[in-house]
């Protein structure tokens, strides 16, 4: 007997977001158990991560189709919420590009209306490369008839669309659902294939794996919508079907004669056998800038620069640095790699003679001579004993990347330069898709819980509970909510949401268009459907455009001593007073702003650059074997002077990869590529390859020691016992080296040019933290830190370094704008008699009644007189608005308003109105003063007025019932009322119980000094 199969080719995988949960493996792999052959996903309007499909469906034996089921709309000259249903299928390599250009076009300003869209006309001109295929009742073959049924009066030009596009499909799709319109549309499709001599064709529009999934599906619906989607028990069956279950459910439709459906099932096999093979380019696409002449100009270059950093005197006249060029470039030739590193080095020397600031060098690339030379990195690699082989390697199989570190607000430019560079059908940001964790599939369920039931107990504060409760404990949690859970396993870290990953940008030498197809994020910036990993894949070269607040930090403090970004021979590495300053407070040093790092900074008081890439390794898991010796600078013997020596650098103790290499390589004699090759055998725990390359070690290694051969042949197997216990978890010291160079930066600065290094930093901040850090370290400094201050403030942070005054920007004054602000600096050099004439002055800029509120409340108008005067003026200036003597009847009315009036308490208060959170600090108000920010139940944040922090304690219900607190009351806490308490929780036999292990700091008393 012959097995019957099908081919499921109408298939929904969570890639179309939101109407499925089941990956796309799941669905590959159950029909390889069912021996279909083929198989194809047609998601909603998208193309996203096809190529994982493909390389699951070579793991599992299946025929990749490449599909898609797109929206069509009648016409663009209006937008109509049309947005009719199809499915197209790729016939071979050609209809694949033709539908990457439609899907690419479906994403434009004019198609897109809710959904990515073609016109009935495009979908006309849609040629043989690409099979059609009517899809489900959605389809225009169904909607567009109805629409023109509903006509009142014949509209001629619709019927002959319509007769064309019954004519272009080459498929008409019949599913097995009882619904009494499908019943109607699959009687008039079998009548419709008679007329137009098409062949029928079985879709299944599968969006579950089982029903299980399909259950799950159905919570995920309800529970990211706020809606109720109206009654899930009436969902049509589009869970994946067998052969068997298929025939059974058109048995029991009962529309069409059974021969006739046997015939449009056999007919999914005809379609899949009419497909050719894809195939798809997974070398690594590296850019061609000149053609076959790229290694050329690279020469050139290469010659260029080395000649100028000589003749500088930046580099000596050592032979070294030939050699090593010469070496390097051999391996970029071997790997094809280098018009990657021309690219590189054009785009950085770009950044670099423009001035826009760029770190000296992020990650393994700091090994590299070719790069230092061609200002790809500003790391010299002989004088800071870089390794290359961690770089590049001849046997290296991944694509070789080099990330680069901007100011955040610099990323634009450096995107344009790339763009303009390839071109824009060559050059694409990466789509990164958000997938379900384990607290929001939480969130998830209870919602839907409650969407489908109004009466479910799953109410917010139960679903808060429990996501708390799962944090403490989640398997406990598990069995304890067994209703939630069910779905648990179902949605999590199933894909619901697609973006732009923030980094990474592709170019390459090919038409990604064409390629791998396109499409627009909400900025109209061009993704590729293929995340990180499949970029990878599938060969695209990726440039990591990353954001560091750091380069952001001194970039500013230069801009403001008048300096550009410094390159790295021009600051003196070895300056101890700045290593002293550094060691006594960290504070806000890159890499050491967490008070665990801090901490270890200050403990291993460091005296090179060296000591700080060392402190950087010892403070992460792996250091914990030496990290207390090396911060008493204690010497480690390794018992072999070979390897002392080799290790002289970093004390003696093995810290970093690149040492394990450099073993390899100096003592061992192995190439840098081998070398670096044993060392990701040993790294990957490989003990078939580690034995291979045993006897070359010990060979090495004895030849090099002057001890008798039993003797280094022990030492030897010693080191690599430590080798081996470590590797795992080494520093790349390559990496660290760079980053180094910048933490000395910020200390450089901080010593010599505090107050604008404090500015900068203070402009740079990303958050509240950083905003604190940045005021504690003015107040250690000594430096004054002002609000926003009428004759000083600019738009951003601004300092006076003479006086060691910093004050805040206008930018963080709500309302206030560019404009306003340049309007206010107009004013800063006149004299004034008085606020009326100010006011007046003010109007005449055009700084409007809202900011100058705003400004008041903040004390801006210091000068002027306190707070509430100064509002007095405002409400007078509002009230006289329309009178002629506007500025005298204002002067007359003020004569009897006191001055002085404005307690600290109002001004807080103020402070809060304006920004929604208080922005003033006051260092004379005792430390035990908080104004309260925020109330969560029994959980309040607290706003430390003598510091600006802002700080977690819980109060409980029973003080509060006797002693109510509110949002924006000022209350006194004695430090010696807060005490740890083991949090509550309950057991599994639900229970409260108190931790023994996690604390929480309670409040035992306060007072209520101010309520608002
Ligand atoms: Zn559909
Ligand atoms: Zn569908």
Request: charged content about 25%; some cysteine; proline content about 3%.
């Amino acid at each position: 007997m012959v097995n019957l199969n099908y081919c499921i080719y109408h298939l929904h995988s969570y890639y179309s977001l939101l109407d499925s949960c089941t990956n796309p493996e799941d669905y590959i792999k159950k029909a390889s158990e069912c021996g279909m052959k083929a198989i194809c996903f047609t998601e909603h309007g998208n193309e996203f991560n096809f190529f994982e499909k493909k390389q699951l469906c070579d793991k599992y034996g299946l025929k990749y189709l490449h599909g898609i089921e797109c929206y069509i709309t009648e016409s663009l000259d209006e937008k109509v919420k049309d947005n009719w249903h199809t499915i197209l299928i790729a016939k071979n390599q050609q209809g694949f590009v033709e539908i990457n250009r439609l899907f690419f076009l479906s994403y434009q300003k004019d198609h897109f209306y809710y959904k990515p869209r073609i016109t009935v006309d495009e979908f006309l001109a849609i040629s043989d490369n690409v099979i059609k295929i009517s899809a489900c009742i959605q389809s225009p073959l169904w909607q567009f008839r109805k629409s023109i049924l509903a006509d009142e009066v014949k509209n001629l030009d619709r019927m002959k669309k319509y007769i064309q596009m019954c004519k272009h499909y080459d498929y008409y799709e019949i599913q097995y659902h009882s619904f009494p319109d499908n019943l109607e549309y699959t009687k008039f499709l079998w009548e419709l294939s008679k007329r137009y001599n098409k062949s029928l064709i079985v879709g299944t529009d599968t969006h579950s794996l089982d029903k299980y999934k399909a259950e799950c599906r159905t919570i995920l619906q309800y529970g990211k919508t706020d809606n109720a989607w109206g009654d899930p028990e009436n969902e049509c069956d589009l869970t994946f079907k067998t052969y068997d279950e298929l025939v059974e459910k058109f048995r029991e439709q009962n529309v069409l004669p059974m021969d006739i459906v046997l015939e449009a099932i056999e007919n999914t096999n005809v379609m899949a056998d009419s497909c050719d093979v894809l195939t798809f380019d997974t070398h690594d696409k590296y850019p061609y800038l000149y053609g076959d002449k790229d290694e050329e100009v690279m020469w050139d270059t290469i010659k260029r620069n080395y000649k100028q950093k000589r003749d500088a005197g930046i580099i000596s006249n050592d032979m070294t640095y030939v050699d090593q060029i010469k070496e390097e470039m051999t391996v970029f030739k071997k790997v094809n790699m280098v018009g990657f590193m021309l690219f590189m080095s054009e785009m950085m020397t770009w950044a670099r003679d423009n001035h826009i600031a760029t770190g000296f060098s992020r990650g393994s690339v700091s090994g590299s001579m070719v790069a230092y030379i061609t200002n790809i990195t500003d790391v010299d690699p002989i004088k800071w004993r870089t390794i290359f082989s961690r770089f590049c390697n001849e046997h290296r199989v991944d694509v070789g990347d080099i990330d680069t570190d901007w100011y955040e607000d610099d990323r634009p430019k450096v995107y344009d330069y790339i763009i303009n560079r390839f071109g824009t059908e060559k050059t694409a940001y990466i789509l990164a898709l958000g997938t379900m964790a384990d607290k929001s599939a939480i969130a998830v369920i209870c919602k839907a819980l409650r969407n489908i039931n109004k009466d479910s107990p799953y109410t917010l504060e139960k679903m808060e509970y429990i996501k708390a409760e799962y944090d403490d404990d989640p398997e406990g949690t598990k069995t304890k909510y067994p209703e939630v859970f069910y779905y648990f396993e179902g949605l999590k870290d199933c894909v619901v949401s697609q973006s732009q990953h923030p980094a990474g940008i592709i170019a390459s030498p090919v038409n990604l268009i064409d390629f791998c197809g396109m499409f627009l994020g909400s900025d109209g910036q061009q993704i590729l459907p293929l995340d990180m990993d499949m970029c990878h894949d599938i060969g695209l070269v990726k440039y990591d455009i990353l954001g560091l607040k750091t380069i952001g930090v001194i970039d500013k403090t230069c801009k403001m001593i008048g300096k550009y970004f410094p390159k790295s021979y021009e600051i003196d590495f070895t300056d101890q007073a700045v290593y002293d300053d550094m060691a006594q407070n960290p504070a806000t040093v890159f890499q050491f702003e967490s008070s665990y790092a801090a901490d270890c900074f200050k403990q291993m008081h460091c005296r090179s650059i060296d000591d700080i890439s060392l402190v950087n390794a010892a403070l992460r898991p792996g250091g914990a074997s030496y990290r207390d010796r090396l911060f008493r600078h204690e010497v480690n013997d390794n018992g072999s002077e070979l390897i002392n020596e080799l290790l002289k650098n970093s004390y003696g103790f093995l810290c970093f990869q690149e040492d394990i290499s450099a073993f390899l390589q100096k003592i061992c004699g192995f190439s840098g590529s081998d070398a670096d090759s044993v060392r990701r055998n040993i790294a990957h725990k490989d003990p078939e390859k580690i034995a291979k390359a045993l006897p070359q070690i010990l060979e090495g290694y004895c030849s090099k020691s002057d001890k008798p051969r039993e003797i280094a042949e022990q030492e030897a197997k010693k080191f690599l016992k430590v080798i081996e216990d470590s590797s795992s978890y080494m520093f790349n010291y390559n990496h660290a080296l760079g980053y180094s160079l910048l933490s000395y930066l910020c200390g450089y600065y901080r010593h010599y040019y505090p107050v604008e290094y404090c500015t900068a930093y203070l402009s740079c901040a990303k958050n509240d933290d950083d905003l604190f850090n940045g005021q504690q370290l003015a107040r250690d400094l000594n430096i004054k830190f002002e609000n926003v201050k009428f004759r000083h403030a600019d738009w951003d942070y601004s300092c006076d370094s003479s006086k060691r005054v910093i004050y805040k920007g206008l930018r963080e004054v709500p309302r206030m704008s560019l404009s306003a602000c340049d309007a206010l600096r107009s004013l800063y050099f006149t004299e004034f008699d008085s606020f009326n004439d100010l006011l007046k002055a003010m109007a005449e800029v055009k700084v409007n009644v809202s900011q100058m509120e705003n400004l008041i409340k903040l004390n801006y108008f210091e000068e002027f007189g306190d707070i509430n005067y100064l509002l007095e003026y405002l409400k007078l200036y509002k009230k006289f608005q329309n009178r002629k003597k506007r500025y005298e009847l204002i002067a007359e009315n003020m004569v009897n308003v006191p001055k002085g009036l404005t307690s600290v308490y109002d001004m807080i208060q103020y402070s809060y109105d304006v920004c929604g959170m208080v922005t003033v600090v006051y260092s004379s108000i005792a430390d035990n003063y908080y104004f309260v920010s925020d109330i969560k139940g029994t959980k309040y944040t607290l706003y430390q007025i003598s510091t600006g922090k802002n700080v977690q304690l819980r109060i409980r219900a029973k003080l509060t019932k006797q002693t109510p607190i509110n949002v924006t009351d000022i209350i006194s806490v004695y430090a010696k009322d807060i005490k740890p308490e083991g949090k509550w929780h309950q057991n599994t036999e639900g229970k409260w119980v108190q931790s023994t292990d996690t604390f929480e700091d309670v409040v035992q008393k306060y007072q209520v000094l101010k309520k608002s």
